[in-house]
């Protein structure tokens, strides 16, 4: 249920938007309708937001100008990057105006030495792979929006991805950013260094703040040296048990060049080929319950598949892989990639879908996927298991033709309580937004919770960035206790 409007805050009038072209010139300041539909449309086709205006700053001063300029007025602010978050983070829910940084896409720097690329919030993943691909780095994350979400999205929702196996979280890899905090104040903590010790590391806080403490305006990340040799294997295995298996001897036998290990199970594979055109089923003669990627990243051609290629004999021999397959060129690769990256936007053509990112131990992830497949029984529904492995990070999927409050009561809130039992997370990578703001209590203890609401109220004493998100508005709101 939409949550109501908070009426504290105030409504947009002409004088603020003289305001806001004084700062951005015309073209920064978008209140055509059909140019905000875009905008106010969340990736999944799940949130619509209302917003009638919307900024685009092409500087860190002009973010300044806005934010001083909305905290006085008390005029709420979602920021937004590519639009691709799936939890309603990026959209607003009243007429919250939207800040986005797409125009704030330039590369400041890159060292050569360390590795370390220093970029605005609003450069594209994928371009920046690019850029740094040019001078043998890579980008320490990949996900399947590379080609649309922005290195500050990435940084505000503490994306996971396919490759934190190897490369670790955003929380390691990213050096400083620059913030702009609600009244306008910019924060530079936009260090380069490895280590940095002096006081608090208040950058973290913003890495995983959902836009609600402050707009990211750069950032600073190290990137890896780019692996010269990827292997990417697709096998076949006949129960979750033995997955466990095959990961603990991936790890084993694979040791440092393993980058990646996802799991699919048959559900997902089907819906996949079914609803994306271009998509190729690696094994079609093979028919099991669950498939995996397994890659590695290495710099030693003949070497990285030799190992590859042993692990796989190895595994094929114990019985836990009925069937496998090591993509042979670039090609091949990217087609298995493909299907692993395929499986959200298939769900999207799909229809409706109720997403979960979870985190849990590996051996309870299934059951889960089982118990809720179990509980929906009979409803017009196909449920979906999929998800990084390597990292215990379970994407339950429930794809049906449109949203249905009857379905969501048989889903919630048995996935969050079940989550909780195992002292799991219900947001693993892709952050609460507006789906899950109320639910923050089922992973997060009060006492944790509570220290989050005056954390917010330090950063934005007004509650202007990015309301109704992350936290229960009695949390962040001032009379919180
Ligand atoms: P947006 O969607 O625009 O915003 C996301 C949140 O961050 C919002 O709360 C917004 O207010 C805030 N925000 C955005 N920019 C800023 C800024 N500059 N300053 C402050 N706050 C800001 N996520 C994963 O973790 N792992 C995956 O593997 C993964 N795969 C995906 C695959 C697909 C096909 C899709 C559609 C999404 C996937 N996601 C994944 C989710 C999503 O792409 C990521 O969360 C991504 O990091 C969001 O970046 P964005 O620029 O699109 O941010
Ligand atoms: C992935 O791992 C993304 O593909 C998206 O995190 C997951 O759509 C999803 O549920
Ligand atoms: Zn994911």
Redesign the pocket.
């Known amino acids: 249920m939409l949550k109501a409007r908070d009426p504290s805050y105030a409504r947009v009038e002409d004088n603020d938007i003289r305001f806001f072209r004084g700062v951005l010139g015309d073209t920064g300041v978008i209140t055509d309708s059909t140019a905000l539909q875009a905008l106010n449309q969340d990736?999944m086709g799940k949130y619509e937001g209302k917003s009638t205006v919307a900024l685009r700053p092409k500087s860190t001063e002009q973010v300044s100008k806005i934010l001083a300029h909305c905290n006085a007025r008390r005029l709420a602010v979602?920021?937004?990057?590519?639009?691709?978050?799936?939890v309603g983070?990026?959209v607003s829910l009243h007429d919250e105006i939207v800040l986005t940084?797409t125009n704030m896409n330039r590369i400041i720097s890159f060292d050569e030495v360390s590795g370390t690329l220093v970029c605005e919030?609003g450069c594209i993943l994928e371009e920046l792979d690019r850029h740094v691909g040019a001078h043998g780095f890579t980008m320490p994350l990949d996900?399947?929006?590379k080609g649309?979400?922005?290195i500050?999205?990435?940084v505000?929702?503490n994306?996971?991805?396919?490759r934190l196996l190897r490369y670790g979280s955003l929380h390691g890899t990213v050096l400083g950013v620059e913030t702009v905090v609600a009244d306008g104040t910019v924060v530079d903590m936009l260090q380069t260094l490895r280590k940095d010790n002096t006081g608090y590391d208040l950058k973290q806080l913003f890495i995983g703040?959902?836009?609600t403490l402050?707009?990211?305006?750069a950032v600073s990340i190290l990137c890896p040296p780019r692996p010269s040799a990827v292997h990417v294997t697709y096998l076949a295995v006949p129960d979750f048990a033995t997955i466990q298996k095959v990961f603990v001897r991936a790890r084993q036998k694979l040791g440092e060049i393993l980058s990646a290990f996802e799991f699919l199970d048959q559900q997902s594979l089907e819906l996949t080929l079914t609803h994306l055109e271009g998509i190729r089923n690696p094994l079609p003669d093979t028919q099991t319950p669950f498939y995996l990627v397994v890659e590695t990243s290495g710099s030693n051609e003949a070497h990285d598949y030799a190992k590859i290629e042993a692990f796989l004999e190895e595994v094929m021999e114990e019985g836990w892989v009925l069937d496998g397959t090591i993509a042979q060129d670039s090609t091949q690769t990217a087609a298995i990639w493909g299907l692993r990256?395929g499986i959200?936007?298939a769900l999207k053509h799909a229809g409706a879908v109720y997403k979960y990112d979870l985190s849990m131990p590996v051996a309870d992830m299934y059951s889960l996927v089982e118990e809720t497949r179990e509980r929906l029984a009979g409803l017009p529904v196909e449920v979906v298991g999929y998800g990084h492995l390597g990292d215990g990070n379970l994407h339950l999927n429930i794809s049906t033709k449109k949203y249905d409050e009857n379905i969501l009561r048989h889903i919630e809130p048995f996935v969050y309580e079940w989550t909780a039992a195992r002292r799991g997370s219900i947001s693993a990578?892709?952050?609460l937004?507006q789906m899950k703001a109320d639910c923050i209590g089922y992973t997060k203890s009060h006492e944790a919770v509570k220290l989050m609401g005056q954390i917010k109220r330090v950063f934005d004493p007004n509650g202007i960035l990015?309301p109704y998100?992350v936290l229960p508005q009695s949390v962040s709101a001032d009379s919180a206790d």
Do not use: M, R
């Not at 994306?159 to 396919?162: C, E, F, P």
């Not at 402050?214 to 305006?217: F, K, M």
């Open positions: 990736w979602v920021p937004q990057g590519g639009n691709t978050g799936l983070g990026s940084t919030a996900l399947g929006a649309s979400c922005q500050g999205g990435n505000s929702t994306a996971g991805g396919l703040a959902e836009g402050g707009v990211v305006t990256e959200s936007v990578e892709h952050g937004g990015n998100k």
